[in-house]
């Protein structure tokens, strides 16, 4: 087997293991397949994901290749390997207590509300997807590649993370597309965590990336422009 065929085998084989863990936290949680919201969500977020992996499978190998690497035991630093396991968490409560919700009906969300939802998480991965066609460098773990050189164009000229700015709209929107609003609780950890990661990451690239301080004086906000 070639590397490319190697490469789709390893991206795929871990789509379907992330569908499966997903599935599996949703339904469980809501002891029921008859959970629309969940299912409707999956499409919001598989589909998109799928589409963006086939896209970069073609035209930047490299990157997959790059983002396949992930997780707390990827991470080379102590506090990455901490933030990553707590954004597992908090990506896994995100999916359980909506459907705990589902399950014993703590809320109602009406229809439209879910809809918003899932236009947000299609419009976070949409962010992702312009991040990820601006920076081949954007890997799943914190480190400066070789030859990689400071992106200041695109949605960097917004933001200094536009892609954990992606990830928090889509975050936001998974509580509402599955129908709970007790979910929405867990949003602001995930949020914390996430700005703890950029900090963390900010320092790193400012010894190692060259030009990183500079851009960093230049592009005032962190996460959301105006605000952050």
Not at 25 to 52: C, D, E, H, K, N
Not at 106 to 126: K, N
Not at 198 to 223: F, K, M, P, Q, V
Request: hydrophobic residues 55%; glycine residues 6%.
């Amino acid at each position: 087997m070639d590397s490319t065929a190697l490469l789709k085998r390893r991206a795929f084989i871990g789509l379907v293991q992330l569908l499966v863990v997903m599935a599996v936290a949703l339904f469980v949680s809501a002891w029921s397949l008859r959970y629309w919201q969940g299912w409707i969500f999956l499409a919001a977020f598989f589909v998109p994901v799928t589409m963006i992996t086939l896209y970069f499978l073609e035209h930047d190998p490299a990157l997959i290749e790059r983002r396949i690497k992930a997780g707390p035991v990827a991470e080379q630093e102590t506090t990455q390997k901490i933030i990553q396991v707590l954004a597992s968490l908090c990506f896994i409560a995100l999916l359980v207590v909506p459907g705990l919700d589902h399950r014993f009906g703590w809320s109602r969300v009406p229809p439209t509300a879910i809809v918003a939802g899932d236009i947000l998480v299609v419009a976070g991965l949409y962010i992702v997807f312009l991040v990820f066609r601006e920076n081949s460098f954007t890997s799943a773990i914190i480190e400066v590649g070789k030859d990689q050189a400071v992106i200041s164009t695109g949605p960097y000229r917004l933001v200094r993370h536009p892609m954990y700015a992606g990830a928090l709209l889509m975050l936001l929107g998974m509580p509402l597309a599955l129908g709970s609003t007790f979910g929405l609780l867990f949003c602001a950890p995930i949020f914390a965590v996430i700005v703890w990661r950029l900090i963390d990451e900010e320092s790193y690239l400012r010894t190692n990336l060259a030009g990183y301080a500079e851009y960093c004086a230049h592009t005032r906000y962190h996460l959301i422009p105006w605000i952050y």
